[in-house]
């Protein structure tokens, strides 16, 4: 039996009502939707300054209560995403001669001890084996070989540290996603996000968090503090572990909410349903009724036992870090070609 005509009745069925709401919130805003709707680039960067807002704020009301549920909620959904417009829309998963060499190490960075060198050897796989310019090859085993040997005297320290710089990774890689030409406006998002984080690295908005005694039950500071910033003093210690909880928050928002805009061909937004359409085209329906079964199961998983939903879930998402590093690769070497052929 083929499932795919029941799914679609029943994602019109969900999706309708809210493609109604939006377009009564739309016309509730009057002359003010119009710039949104016709234009990207303010949409984009109406989009972007509200989720480092929102993250800013979550982290700052309740950050352990952030960092708990960010996962839960939003971290399959995350995943997806990952793979559809870091994989399947550029058609990486048809060039035969990426499977072995950067797939295979990309596998065992997600499922091995040796995670840090399993992913850069993916990394320099990548960049040997993408369609670029050999200077810029160069340039990425260069950077890949320096990566690789303070991972080397660093030990078991490089994955905190990769852990912490992966979400910063994803900003990057919006930024680099299309050409920015001619829209140099958006460069409000990343500067307002590094300012964010900034002053959380500094405590300057300390007095401001009030939220640390609000937590979930076995998930407050020591819980976070020592898988985030083992052996680190105070203050820096739990600094860090905002930064973490809010850079993360905005992680989820670039794959979720900013890539997907800057991905799309039109200009204008989709609805909800054709949204729902698109990515169906994409990954297939079966994987995309797998993937809600998936996000329900470990909700529901959440309900009974929040540590552990959330824990299994980042062992099952080890490999998206290393994903999105080798995506930076692929970018930084075939990125001159694809401008001109956009051009």
């Not at 690295?201 to 998930?219: K, N, S, Y």
Request: include cysteine; aromatic fraction near 10%; glycine fraction near 6%.
């Amino acid at each position: 039996m083929n499932p795919a005509p029941q799914f679609r009745a029943t994602a019109a069925a969900i999706l309708t009502p809210l493609d109604r709401l939006r377009w009564l919130l739309l016309k509730l805003l009057g002359p003010l939707a119009k710039p949104l709707v016709r234009r990207r680039e303010l949409r984009v960067i109406a989009a972007g300054c509200a989720v480092v807002s929102f993250s800013l704020a979550a982290t700052l009301l309740s950050p352990f209560w952030l960092l708990a549920l960010g996962p839960v909620v939003l971290g399959v959904p995350h995943l997806v995403a990952d793979v559809r417009y870091l994989v399947l829309r550029p058609g990486l998963h048809r060039r035969l001669v990426l499977w072995l060499p950067v797939g295979i190490p990309l596998l065992l960075a997600g499922t091995s001890r040796f995670s840090m060198a399993s992913g850069l050897t993916a990394c320099a796989a990548m960049a040997m084996l993408a369609r670029g310019a050999w200077i810029r090859k160069v340039i990425a085993l260069t950077f890949i070989a320096a990566l690789m040997a303070a991972a080397w005297v660093m030990g078991d320290v490089a994955a905190l540290v990769f852990a912490h710089a992966h979400n910063f990774i994803a900003v990057m890689l919006w930024w680099c996603w299309r050409s920015r030409s001619g829209q140099r406006r958006q460069a409000v998002v990343p500067l307002l996000f590094l300012a964010a984080s900034i002053l959380l690295v500094m405590g300057w908005l300390e007095p401001w968090a009030r939220g640390f005694a609000w937590q979930p039950a076995g998930l407050g500071p020591g819980y976070h503090l020592s898988f985030l910033a083992p052996g680190i003093a105070e203050p820096w210690a739990l600094r860090l572990v905002l930064l973490f909880a809010f850079a993360q928050s905005v992680h989820y928002g670039v794959w979720l909410r900013l890539i997907p805009e800057d991905d799309r061909p039109q200009e204008t937004p989709r609805t909800f349903r054709s949204s729902a359409r698109a990515l169906a085209a994409d990954v297939g329906t079966p994987l995309m009724i797998f993937v809600i079964l998936l996000s329900l199961g470990i909700a529901l998983w959440a309900a009974f036992d929040l540590t552990a939903a959330r824990e299994n879930y980042l062992r099952m998402a080890l490999f998206h870090g290393y994903l999105e590093l080798i995506a930076a690769t692929w970018l930084f070497v075939e990125r001159p070609a694809r401008l001109e052929a956009a051009a």
